[in-house]
């Protein structure tokens, strides 16, 4: 099945800048890529997604890129935030959904003033 | 308000004493899945269910039951708790209905419950 990975899994930047969290995955066949950001106490919530035909997207400070070939995509954060403090999951799936979706271990991102 | 609500929350229980955890969701989500987060493993899916009466192993159910009978509902049964199933659980739902489907079917998660044996 398929098996991703996360990396770093403790992320600590300082207030405006940015912060880059990677992953790979093994399946060639997977095809959408959803990020989710869990806060204390709460469960993930979706951020930013990608599909296998895009190979870059972004919504304001937060961006995806996806490259197929390396099997690897990558999740930026800009202009951080001490509200962006949380730990932050991505995700792979197959079936271009939300079903079946494997998760990487996570990284838990600390932003300091 | 549109939610997942999951209860307990919180629960200390025993080897062995059955207990169920239950789920609901409110949107009129074809899809439930059930995940449990541990430290160093992430979210790993223990069961999903695309309907009613449909039902799949993930990839970590052993020791672990579902059900859906009703479509908002998805309760995840462990018939005798043992030391290695204390974790965080969640619950989630989407719209998500078939594979290709163009609906990306956000997963809604609820809040949690954290499960402790003894």
């Known amino acids: 099945g398929e098996n991703v990975e996360q990396h770093p899994s403790t992320l600590s930047v300082q207030e405006g800048d940015s912060a880059v969290i990677k992953c790979t995955y093994s399946?060639?066949?997977?095809?959408?890529f959803p990020w989710y950001k869990q806060e204390l106490g709460k469960g993930p919530q979706l951020i930013i997604d990608i599909r296998s035909n895009v190979g870059e997207k972004k919504d304001q400070r937060i961006a995806v890129t996806l490259n197929k070939t390396a099997k690897h995509f990558s999740l930026h954060i800009t202009e951080t935030q001490p509200e962006d403090s949380a730990v932050y999951f991505c995700a792979a799936s197959t079936t271009g959904t939300a079903s079946k979706l494997t998760f990487g271990t996570g990284t838990r991102l600390q932003v300091t003033l | 308000e549109a939610q997942v609500t999951q209860n307990p929350r919180y629960l200390i229980t025993v080897t062995g004493k059955k207990l169920t955890v239950t789920c609901s969701q409110n949107?009129?989500?074809?899809?439930m899945s059930w995940y449990r987060q541990d430290p160093g493993l992430g979210l790993r899916q223990i069961y999903y269910s695309m309907n009613v009466e449909v039902t799949d192993k993930g990839d970590v159910p052993e020791g672990y039951k579902v059900s859906r009978k009703e479509k908002r509902n998805f309760p995840l049964i462990l018939e005798s708790p043992s030391p290695n199933q204390t974790s965080l659980y969640f619950c989630?739902?989407?719209?998500?209905?078939?594979?290709?489907?163009?609906?990306?079917?956000?997963?809604?998660f609820g809040e949690g419950s954290r499960l402790t044996v003894l």
């Open positions: 399946d060639s066949a997977s095809n959408y």
């Open positions: 949107m009129n989500h074809e899809y």
């Open positions: 989630a739902s989407s719209p998500v209905r078939l594979a290709g489907d163009t609906n990306t079917g956000e997963l809604f």
